[in-house]
């Protein structure tokens, strides 16, 4: 008997540490809170030198942000040399003279470091929200005859600084631009976890309200990464909300998705099967500090959307974190989307990597120009 209830204790408590690390890796993918890595950086004469990543590798320009808080920022151009360890780059501009000792910094996509560098008389306004809640936007007041507004949504464990790219564009058109928030968003009305666009959807739904109630006479959406569900999911259930949508590197699916995270974190297939039964387990989610379940089917919009409105996705080959077959399926579903496939760019990076393609891509969209398949040479 003792060695049975010994037995019994063992397999309870290798139980519960399965548990725990199950419930471990699904709070790590609907956590809101941004994961950017911390690089030490010096300056070198005119150029910056930084450790040696696949990401501060890429080409392109990129943002740095340093200092106290992370609050100052640096654009920075292309690579110079690299040894295997070390790489220097450029520095195009810095918001303050940068040490030439060592020092932390983070390596981001954002080439701004704010909305003044896109209009210095740009508006925050305030967006309510169906439940009495608010969220916060930054409003970029147009200058063509043209009412429609673009709304810029950005994805997942990020800010509203990631859209800048998409909106310098629609002001380059002169069209309204506002950029939003949502529930767990950057500065967006906090939440203990995401539920991937399964309820912040009507969060898109009311800023696009707002707008309509503010003389837009269409609305265009511009949806990055994780905001590419929250559009999809607001046009499965009112068809009728947005006018043309864009989407950059956007998720389309959530269960191939998390399955290939799960394979790059170099985990067996059965751990991606746990972490999607434990988000969609009413107990679990609730541990997990999300408000519900998610219902994987519904996350799913390759399938269970009938997409009516003019669609273009910006994405490339590159995209590690959402690979790009996932869009070829979602586009083979729905054959009236135009993909416009960049030089290869890490995860939202396409801008940085390939921003005369996209500029022109997403400009002509603006504008309504006929489309077709294309990509960087």
Not at 30 to 41: A, E, K, M, N, W
Not at 130 to 142: I, V
Request: aromatic content about 6%.
């Amino acid at each position: 008997m003792k060695v049975m209830a010994t037995a019994i204790g063992g397999l309870a408590a290798l139980g519960a540490v399965a548990v725990g690390i199950i419930t471990m890796l699904a709070r790590r993918i609907v956590g809101v809170r941004p994961r950017r890595q911390t690089l030490i950086v010096r300056r070198v004469g005119d150029d910056i030198e930084l450790t040696q990543t696949d990401l501060t590798l890429a080409e392109g320009s990129y943002g740095l942000w340093f200092g106290e808080r992370f609050a100052q920022h640096a654009l920075i151009g292309p690579v110079l040399s690299s040894d295997g360890r070390r790489v220097i780059r450029r520095l195009l501009e810095t918001t303050v003279p940068m040490s030439s000792e060592p020092f932390a910094a983070k390596w981001t996509g954002h080439t701004m470091s704010g909305p003044c560098e896109i209009d210095p008389n740009w508006e925050d306004v305030v967006v309510p929200l169906r439940d009495g809640e608010s969220a916060p936007a930054w409003l970029f007041r147009g200058t063509a005859v043209d009412k429609a507004w673009v709304i810029h949504v950005q994805g997942i464990r990020t800010s509203r600084l990631v859209t800048l790219r998409s909106v310098e564009v629609a002001h380059q058109a002169g069209l309204t631009s506002m950029v939003i928030t949502y529930r767990g968003s950057g500065d967006g009305p906090p939440v203990s976890a995401s539920t991937l666009g399964q309820r912040e959807w009507s969060d898109l739904a009311d800023a696009i309200a707002y707008a309509r109630s503010h003389g837009a006479t269409a609305v265009y959406v511009v949806a990055w990464s994780m905001g590419a569900g929250l559009s999809l999911e607001l046009l499965r259930r009112e068809p009728a909300a947005i006018d043309r949508l864009a989407l950059i590197s956007p998720a389309t699916q959530w269960r191939p998705i998390i399955q290939h995270g799960v394979h790059r974190a170099g985990l067996p297939a059965t751990a991606a099967s746990l972490v999607m039964w434990a988000l969609g387990s009413r107990v679990i989610s609730r541990l997990v500090g999300m408000p519900e379940a998610l219902d994987f089917n519904t996350l799913n919009w390759v399938h269970n959307l009938a997409l009516g409105v003019p669609t273009i996705l910006v994405h490339s080959d590159g995209d590690q974190e959402i690979p790009i077959a996932l869009t070829t399926r979602f586009l083979a579903a729905h054959p009236r989307v135009t993909l416009v496939k960049t030089a290869p760019a890490p995860h939202g990076w396409e801008a940085n990597v390939d921003p005369d393609l996209f500029r022109s891509a997403v400009l002509s969209w603006l504008v309504g120009a006929a489309h077709r398949n294309v990509e960087s040479p």
